[in-house]
């Protein structure tokens, strides 16, 4: 019996990989391999690491599979995979190419796709405003080579997602939550975000205006083919998957026929799912489910959130993220207006508070690998400077 394998170096056509060609395959050199995956996808490590804990407090159990949003999971695949297609045709080339001709300087080109993510999760909903917006982002800076700007871009599309959401009941999903369980007025409800709304659009334009107006130049402006056809296939896929986030469409049944039509029209679009940030929301379900589960936590809430619901609904979002924050805080105050800015004020700060931060960080760590850490430095400052102003604000008015 043979102690370990070889590696054929026709496997893999990383050059770069741990193995080298005659390499033996033995404990050591997978425990090298795991490692250096965990480093890669440090997020999910994290996640799961947190996950295993919270595990020890609530053993698996049959109320498990109630923590798996299966239509969020549905529709982030399905808009990842059309997402896929629609690059694959050159759609963004296209779209960013009219963006550097109409808006000529680096600063009018943040501006506008950081507006066009503020107003798409108004419409969308923040998770799929990113999945839609981030793409552009990063087609028009690449194709500027001004790829040192993506960080500060993507940043600020994350805040325009997260607080762009805020002024619509549909917006952010917290909030459809909320305004679904305490039975909100409409009118109440936007007179409870507009100051929070309205400061952060404001907050958002003096962010953008620092940035410098560089001209905008495309590099290797290739001539692409438009497909036509397919551009309108991929449209009502991308549509249907939004349809599936209103409920119009089946989750079930839309992520078939998408699946099936995208196999049929594009296998890659599906292979490279980014499945990694699909198996991230799915630990952090089980986290955010435990956590609400375990007394002591329960408790902690029970006892603090009267005495600030505003303060303590922001801090738990840094936590347990904003959408697990507002089911599980509902459950203990029926001070819904200070409560609606919190899960959403609370959606900026660390990295989980939102799992729209999740796919930014994804998305931006797909392209630059190698600056992973000071994207979390300039992410945490100008996101916990967003969080401290709009709490005070929020506080004061109230």
């Known amino acids: 019996m043979k102690d370990h394998i070889y590696i054929n170096p026709e496997l893999s056509a990383d050059s770069s ?3 080298t060609t005659g390499q033996k395959f033995g404990p050591g050199n997978f425990l090298t391999i795991f490692w250096k995956h965990c480093k890669s996808q440090m997020v999910l490590t994290i996640a799961v690491i947190a996950m295993l804990v919270t595990c020890c407090f609530i053993p698996p159990d049959k109320q498990y599979i109630g923590y798996f949003n299966m239509r969020t999971l549905a529709t982030l ?35 506008g796709l950081v507006l066009i993510t503020y ?31 993506m960080a500060f871009t993507f940043i600020m599309q994350n805040i325009a997602a997260n607080l762009g959401g805020m002024i619509t009941p549909f917006g952010n999903p917290q909030n459809l939550y909320l305004y679904s369980y305490f039975k909100i007025n409409t009118g109440e409800f936007m007179k409870i975000m507009f100051p929070s709304f309205f400061a952060a659009t404001i907050m958002i334009l003096v962010c953008c205006l620092l940035v410098k107006p560089t001209p905008l130049t495309l590099k290797n402006d290739e001539a692409y083919t438009f497909n036509i056809k397919r551009m309108i296939i991929y449209s009502i896929l991308f549509v249907a998957s939004i349809l599936i986030v209103f409920r119009v469409v089946p989750y079930t049944w839309g992520t078939v026929a998408i699946t099936i039509a995208l196999i049929l029209l594009d296998k890659e679009s599906i292979k490279e799912v980014n499945y990694p940030l699909l198996a991230t ?8 489910g435990n956590m609400a589960r375990i ?6 809430f029970e006892f603090l959130l009267p005495k600030n619901t505003l303060l ?14 507002a089911v599980l805080l509902s459950h203990f105050t029926n001070n819904y207006a200070s409560l609606l800015p919190a899960v959403n004020i609370g959606g900026c700060g660390t990295l989980i508070a939102s799992l729209a931060s999740l796919i930014t960080f994804s ?10 850490k000071s994207y979390i430095v300039l992410f ?19």
């Open 281 to 288: 929301f799915c630990v952090f379900f089980v986290f955010s």
């Open 363 to 372: 998305e931006f760590k797909k392209h630059n690998p190698e600056k992973s």
């Open 119 to 149: 107003v798409g999760s108004m419409l969308l909903a923040n998770d799929m405003a990113l999945l839609t917006f981030l793409p552009l982002g990063y087609f028009v800076l690449s194709k500027t080579e001004n790829k040192q700007a």
């Open 17 to 19: 990989s741990t193995l």
């Open 77 to 111: 695949f399905c808009t990842l995979a059309v997402v896929n297609a629609f690059a694959h045709i050159h759609i963004f080339e296209f779209i960013s190419k009219a963006i550097v001709i109409k808006l000529h300087n680096l600063r009018n080109a943040t501006i």
């Open 312 to 325: 303590f609904g922001i801090l738990s979002c840094q936590f347990i993220s904003n959408v697990p924050s």
């Open 380 to 398: 945490s400052v100008i996101n916990f400077s967003f969080v401290i102003v709009l709490y005070l604000l929020q506080y004061f008015i109230a």
């Open 295 to 300: 007394p002591a936590v329960s408790n902690f």
